[in-house]
């Protein structure tokens, strides 16, 4: 899992993150200003940053110009929705800009996406007998490989993306099939139980009553 610095100078955000990131298996720590955060860096240094972008002290903006050689991944976390900072941002080496006010599970899956592209993670999870290849697009239980349609693939890798997380049914379809997707809840309930059988996810995908799913995945 990866190690993760949150650099937001509002407390309740900064918790909820720090919060949301360990029960998705990361590890978080916090800054609450943009001064101490090179030295934090060259002392701990993170798999990803998320910086805010107005910070008492350094800015992000002024962070992210001191520290883009370093090459550590950053998602910058802002209310400043104009175009020309978000552009200004993604000039200057971010990985990503995500505004204001935000879900938690739009957060954890841009991570997870920008650490496969940076390679920061290792590409595979393992719980028990299951090992899931996310780079390769393969799974296997038992150590046989298992076959996979696409959508379950998919399905299964939004669910490792936010594991220890509730995922509505809704939330399932447009992160799976997108947001013009136009079937049925119950496209998410079939495919989830062929993962259950299929890797033997029974006791680890939860029902959440009526709500959705979540995996559960021992920290």
């Given amino acids: 899992m990866a190690k993760i610095l949150i650099v937001e100078d509002e407390a309740a955000i900064a918790d909820l993150i720090e919060l949301q990131l360990k029960l998705a298996g990361h590890t978080a720590e916090v800054l609450y200003s943009?001064?101490?955060?090179?030295?934090?860096?060259?002392?701990?240094?993170?798999?990803?940053?998320?910086?805010?972008?107005?910070?008492?002290g350094q800015d992000g903006f002024a962070i992210m110009q001191s520290i883009r050689t370093l090459s550590i991944p950053v998602i910058f976390l802002t209310a400043k929705d104009r175009i020309e900072d978000k552009v200004t941002g993604l000039k200057l080496g971010a990985d990503d800009y995500i505004v204001k006010p935000f879900a938690a599970i739009e957060l954890i899956?841009?991570?997870?996406?920008?650490?496969?592209?940076?390679?920061?993670?290792?590409?595979?999870?393992?719980?028990?007998?299951?090992?899931?290849?996310?780079?390769?697009?393969?799974?296997?239980?038992?150590?046989?490989r298992v076959e996979l349609t696409s959508k379950e693939f998919d399905?299964?890798?939004v669910m490792i993306d936010n594991r220890n997380l509730a995922l509505s049914r809704d939330k399932l379809l447009e992160l799976v099939w997108g947001y013009d997707y136009m079937g049925e809840t119950r496209t998410v309930d079939v495919h989830i139980q062929r993962?259950?059988?299929?890797?033997?996810?029974d006791e680890y995908i939860v029902t959440v009553y009526k709500y959705g799913y979540r995996l559960e995945v021992p920290r």
């Fill in 155 to 157: 399905l299964l890798c």
């Fill in 195 to 201: 993962l259950r059988k299929k890797l033997g996810l």
């Fill in 109 to 144: 899956t841009r991570i997870e996406t920008v650490l496969r592209r940076c390679k920061k993670d290792t590409g595979v999870f393992r719980l028990e007998n299951i090992e899931v290849r996310l780079d390769e697009h393969i799974a296997f239980y038992n150590g046989q």
């Fill in 34 to 56: 943009g001064d101490k955060v090179k030295t934090r860096i060259q002392d701990n240094r993170p798999d990803i940053i998320i910086l805010d972008v107005m910070l008492p």
